[in-house]
């Protein structure tokens, strides 16, 4: 299994389709709106093979330019402890 999906070396021809401010509307949504289904699709598509995001950059929930586990500890302190709010789009 990998521990994460890099996507800086243009795998993904919308890493950069981020959008401002934020990162983590994993799932799409019109909203924008970073929340538990954001949560619910990351795990899903890290540990069970499910949909990669339309946009990887908002996967990328901390910045760090890949999907992996940091990503969904990051979107968990955000929602459910007052964590700081995933970085901006780049």
Known sequence: M???????DGLYP????????????VDNDPLDAVDISDLIYIVDFIFTQGP?????????VDG???????????????IFNGGPPPPSCP
């Open 2 to 8: 990998e521990t994460g999906i890099t996507f800086m």
């Open 64 to 78: 760090s330019g890949e999907i992996d586990i940091t990503d969904l500890v990051h979107i968990v302190d955000f």
């Open 52 to 60: 990669a995001p339309a946009c990887e950059t908002e996967g990328d």
């Open 14 to 25: 919308n890493a950069n389709c981020c959008v401002p401010p934020t990162r983590g509307n």
